[in-house]
């Protein structure tokens, strides 16, 4: 079983309730708008007609017709005025995001529906270089501008390396390639396919281990119309794992991706 499916059966820990209660309850939500990452593969990506897709996508569209609720999805915007736009209620729902402490300030996070493996990412003959996360203290590295690496990142490794976060994935991994930073991080699959498709698979490539698997959660807003559709949300989610028709998705889409294994 891959990990990104174990990780989220693994992490449930509530009672479960029949799929058929969904829509029962009385709510006043008809509608929820939804946005994300352009460029997180699996989980939530755009096509070149700029239509939203991914695991997270997916999981959404199946969840709020449960739900009995229409699903629209938001034109692209630049990463932080997504973030923006969800913290001030633009935006309803945000299609997957790894929970840190200074989100969990501002947003609202549902169970985990699956999970992402994240990996820092260093030139192939630094490789050697960097044994273990203690190697990296002192560095400096980068990651995609309000993107989080995870909680295992944010605990043992922030403090100790000075992190840049460039406009651009694009530019995140020239960066590393000129030598002006020593590694960036982002999901394992998705630093895989950005390499292939920009050409520097043969110069960069993950450190041998992980900074952590992160469960992906839906990040929901606090300030929306729908701000109490979590609980209800939690429920369906709980279904639908425990029905294996999140796991059907999850081999459905990455058997859809251009992954390297």
């Not at 501002?106 to 003959?125: A, G, K, M, Q, T």
């Not at 990296?136 to 922030?158: A, D, H, Y």
């Not at 606090?222 to 939690?234: A, D, G, I, P, W």
Request: aromatic share 10%; glycine share 6%.
């Amino acid at each position: 079983m891959k990990p990104w499916i174990s990780s989220a059966v693994t992490a449930l820990v509530f009672l479960l309730s029949s799929p058929s209660s969904f829509a029962s309850q009385g709510h006043n939500c008809k509608s929820v708008t939804i946005s994300g990452s352009s460029q997180w593969y699996p989980f939530s990506y755009r096509d070149s007609s700029n239509n939203l897709r991914g695991i997270a996508y997916q999981v959404a569209k199946m969840l709020f017709k449960r739900l009995d609720i229409d699903l629209i999805v938001d034109d692209p915007q630049p990463w932080k005025r997504t973030l923006m736009g969800l913290k001030h209620g633009r935006l309803d729902i945000l299609s997957g995001a790894y929970w840190d402490a200074e989100r969990a300030e501002n947003y609202d996070f549902s169970i985990p529906f699956s999970s992402d493996e994240v990996r820092l990412f260093v030139r192939n003959e630094s490789l050697a270089k960097y044994p273990d996360l203690i190697s990296l203290r002192g560095t400096t590295g980068s990651k995609p501008i309000g993107i989080s690496l995870g909680r295992v990142f944010e605990e043992n490794l922030k403090s100790h390396v000075k992190v840049i976060e460039p406009v651009s994935y694009e530019s995140m991994i020239k960066m590393l390639y000129l030598g002006r930073v020593e590694w960036f991080g982002l999901g394992l699959h998705n630093g895989q396919k950005l390499l292939k498709d920009l050409g520097y698979e043969d110069e960069i490539s993950p450190l041998p281990y992980s900074i952590q698997t992160t469960p992906v959660h839906f990040m929901l807003s606090r300030n929306s119309n729908c701000s109490s559709l979590l609980k209800r949300m939690n429920r369906g989610l709980e279904a639908l794992i425990k029905e294996g028709a999140i796991k059907e998705i999850i081999e459905r889409e990455t058997q859809n991706q251009i992954l390297i294994k």
